[in-house]
T-cell receptor
Framework: GAVVSQHPSWVICKSGTSVKIECRSLDFQATTMFWYRQFPKQSLMLMATSNEGSKATYEQGVEKDKFLINHASLTLSTLTVTSAHPEDSSFYIC??????????????FGPGTRLTVT | TQLLEQSPQFLSIQEGENLTVYCNSSSVFSSLQWYRQEPGEGPVLLVTVVTGGEVKKLKRLTFQFGDARKDSSLHITAAQPGDTGLYLCAGVKTSYDKVIFGPGTSLSVIP
C-alpha cells in the first residue's frame, strides 16, 4: 500500500518551454501533497505544499508563477515548470500524506522526475 | 539554520562492517522518521519512532529515539552493498507542523 507514482520519470526540454510533471497516489487518498527539489547527494528542498481543492503554499524563495501547482483531486497533483531554463534542471520529487499510514504525517514519495533543460 | 543535523555526512565502508548514523537537534520532536533513498529514486520510509528511548529493529537495522526526543540513531550491522544510499532523518514537532528533513548521510558499502 501507499504507492505514489510520477510521470514522466525523466524529461528533456528546450529552454523557454513548459514542462508538466504528474504525481498520483495509486492506492490511497492524498489529502496533502508535497513537491521537493533535490540536487545530487543533497537532501530534499521543499518547494510547496498543496491540499486538494485549495491553492498551494510555496516556500520562501520559490516563484509561484514559475512553478505552478494544481491539486485537482485526492489522487493527483501536477507541477508545471513554466519557461524552463537550464538552472531549473534538477530532480523533482513529490510525496503524499493522507489516509494511508499509521501517522498522518508519514510521507510516501514518488520515484522522482529528472528534468534536464537544454 | 539546520534544525536537524546528521553525521557523518559521507561514509564509505567495507561489506560486513557495522556503522552508526546520527540525527541530532536542539529541538524536541514528537516523532522522527528515517528514509533511505537510492540514486535516481524517491526516498522510502524505513521507520517512525515516537516514544523517547524507543528502539525499533528492521532486520539488520536498529533505530533508536533519544530519551529527550531530540536525537535518533540508525545502526546497521554487517553492512551489505544493497545498503548503499542516502539516509535521511526527518522530524515532526507537532502533528500540525510540516516535516523537517536532515541533510542526509550518503553511505557507500564496498563489496
Amino acid at each position: 500500500g501507499a504507492v505514489v507514482s510520477q510521470h514522466p520519470s525523466w524529461v528533456i526540454c528546450k529552454s523557454g518551454t513548459s514542462v508538466k510533471i504528474e504525481c498520483r497516489s495509486l492506492d490511497f487518498q492524498a489529502t496533502t501533497m508535497f513537491w521537493y527539489r533535490q540536487f545530487p547527494k543533497q537532501s530534499l528542498m521543499l518547494m510547496a505544499t498543496s491540499n486538494e481543492g485549495s491553492k498551494a503554499t510555496y516556500e520562501q524563495g520559490v516563484e509561484k508563477d514559475k512553478f505552478l501547482i494544481n491539486h485537482a483531486s485526492l489522487t493527483l497533483s501536477t507541477l508545471t515548470v513554466t519557461s524552463a531554463h537550464p538552472e531549473d534542471s534538477s530532480f523533482y520529487i513529490c510525496s503524499a500524506t493522507g489516509t494511508s499510514g499509521v501517522y498522518s504525517y508519514e510521507q510516501y514519495f514518488g520515484p522522482g522526475t529528472r528534468l534536464t533543460v537544454t | 539554520t539546520q534544525l536537524l543535523e546528521q553525521s557523518p555526512q559521507f561514509l564509505s565502508i567495507q561489506e560486513g562492517e557495522n556503522l552508526t548514523v546520527y540525527c541530532n537537534s536542539s529541538s524536541v520532536f514528537s516523532s522522527l522518521q528515517w528514509y533511505r533513498q537510492e540514486p535516481g529514486e524517491g526516498p522510502v520510509l524505513l521507520v517512525t519512532v515516537v516514544t523517547g528511548g524507543e528502539v525499533k529493529k528492521l532486520k539488520r537495522l536498529t533505530f533508536q529515539f533519544g530519551d529527550a526526543r531530540k536525537d535518533s540513531s540508525l545502526h546497521i550491522t554487517a553492512a551489505q552493498p544493497g545498503d548503499t544510499g542516502l539516509y535521511l532523518c526527518a522530524g515532526v514537532k507537532t502533528s500540525y507542523d510540516k516535516v523537517i528533513f536532515g541533510p542526509g548521510t550518503s553511505l557507500s558499502v564496498i563489496p
